[in-house]
């Protein structure tokens, strides 16, 4: 099967690639086509859809009502275009998931960790699905790896290893002689992560922007000696700092990639490395506020609405994910790919903070402040709590010297900046930042409230 899926991905590779030479009237034309033929196979199969856009069904996209997660958990039987799959079915295959499996033998299934609230359980058949794994590869491809697929490639993931998270779907979709791939589990011990990087000698590390901070220290200070050819940070915030590290330690420019369970990859660098391409012609991705009008280059949005053109057995159109991007205000890069340009991901909107203001009510204060105030921070990892009390700002591995009393002033003089009542500012030790169940480490946690 894994043969058969590679081969696949190999076609649609070649077709991808051909797009990367496209002008922008013809992405335009592809995406106009790819999403009308979305639009009819969803009013056609799908009842949830015909309801939804009920008299807007030859409406312009940006019309159309937005799709929030719970509504898709809500409406699941209605929305999915095929009527005989139920949740409840599809949720009971997941809970049984260990390697690469399918619903029914036809359907990938993965779920999302429920961080923002509800957990999301999204399938694919196998285009679908090709077209997700060719979405992944499209960053190695840009990136100038032949990672895997034409080459033998040794690859290590540090990730989520929890059967039915994407990565984790993917990584065993893709298991084949040609890809020997360490997966290891973000939320293991460091020192255990360290060696086992030490023993596999990876050519390409891939991890989420934590772990790629923390292996670069890690990396400096003597313990990791890996050469990776190619270095790709996956979700989470890659600040300048960890960017610079990895740098640092490995002598390569990392690689982010933008990427999402609901959408799989939306965005990635080239190899000049000048912000991250939107995937537009596999997703529309609308950066818009929080009343869901468009915000215009330079300016982060509050959150993304996402047309996910080739999906198919669950349509997603206009689906609202509370990342908080910013389309770059140089839209496009030397290697003269018609694809638009993100330069800015400063994390999802729960990682807003809010403040009671000096002058009455809140002031909001945005990620981009905090990651600029914590990345001069000489530590391997970091994360700002925000509690009913005040803020407490995590701190591991950080080195010796270092002044948490500055830090502290620092923190409450620029939230103070920002018009907020100053707020009581803790830092703490710890051995390390403690990991969520999906094996992230956010930078930023909203408070209890
Ligand atoms: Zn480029």
């Known amino acids: 099967m894994n043969t058969r899926i590679i081969l696949n991905v190999l076609r649609l590779r070649r077709q991808l690639r051909r797009r990367d030479r496209w002008s922008r009237r013809q992405l335009e034309a592809h995406q106009a086509h790819a999403l009308r033929l979305l639009r009819e196979h969803a009013y056609a199969r799908s009842p949830f859809y015909r309801r939804f856009h009920a008299g807007l069904l030859d409406r312009p996209l940006t019309e159309l009502p937005v799709l929030t997660k719970a509504q898709v958990m809500e409406s699941f039987y209605e929305l999915v275009t095929n009527p005989s799959v139920r949740l409840a079915d599809v949720e009971a295959h997941v809970a049984t998931l260990h390697g690469n499996e399918r619903f ?24 679908e699905w090709t077209t997700v794994l060719a979405s992944y590869n499209r960053s190695f491809d840009w990136a100038g790896s032949r990672a895997g697929l034409t080459r033998r490639t040794k690859m290590a993931v540090v990730s989520s290893t929890t059967p039915w998270h994407q990565s984790a779907r993917v990584g065993a979709s893709v298991q084949s002689p040609w890809v020997p791939t ?39 200070a003597g313990r990791l000696h890996i050469s990776p050819e190619f270095v790709f940070s996956a979700s989470e915030v890659l600040t300048d700092r960890a960017r610079r590290h990895a740098e640092a330690a490995w002598d390569k420019k990392p ?41 215009a280059p330079g300016t982060y949005g509050e959150k993304v609405l996402v047309t996910v053109l080739f999906s198919r057995t669950l349509p997603l159109i206009r689906y609202e994910m509370s990342d908080s991007v910013r389309l770059s205000a140089y839209p496009y ?23 009671p203001a000096t002058s009455g009510g809140q002031v909001t204060v945005q990620p981009a402040l905090f990651h600029r105030v914590m990345d001069t921070v000489p530590a391997s990892g970091w994360q700002v709590v925000q509690e009913p009390n005040g803020l407490t700002v995590l701190l591991s591995g950080v080195r010796e010297g270092f002044a948490d009393a500055a830090l502290a002033d620092s923190l409450r003089r620029e939230v103070a900046a920002q018009g907020a009542i100053v707020p009581s500012v803790k830092v703490r030790r710890v051995s390390a930042i403690s990991r969520t169940g999906a094996g992230k480490a956010p930078l930023i946690k909203a408070g209890v409230t």
């Open 104 to 127: 029914r033998r036809r359907y990938w299934v993965a779920s999302t960790s429920g961080s923002t609230g509800h957990r999301g359980l999204f399938l694919w058949n196998l285009v």
């Open 182 to 220: 360490l997966r290891l589990d973000s939320g293991d011990p460091v020192e255990s992560i360290v060696e086992r990087l030490n023993a596999w000698q990876p050519e390409v590390l891939v991890a989420y922007a934590s772990m790629i901070r923390l292996l670069a220290e890690e990396q400096l």
């Open 255 to 295: 690689f982010d990639v933008y990427a999402a369970t609901e959408t799989a990859g939306i965005a990635s660098e080239c190899d000049l490395h000048q912000g991250m391409h939107l995937f537009e012609d596999l997703v529309i991705t609308e950066v818009v506020d929080e009343d869901n009008r468009p915000v």
């Open 333 to 355: 890069c030397p290697c003269g790919r018609p694809f638009a340009l993100i330069d800015g991901v400063q994390g999802r909107v729960e990682d807003v903070l809010h403040f």
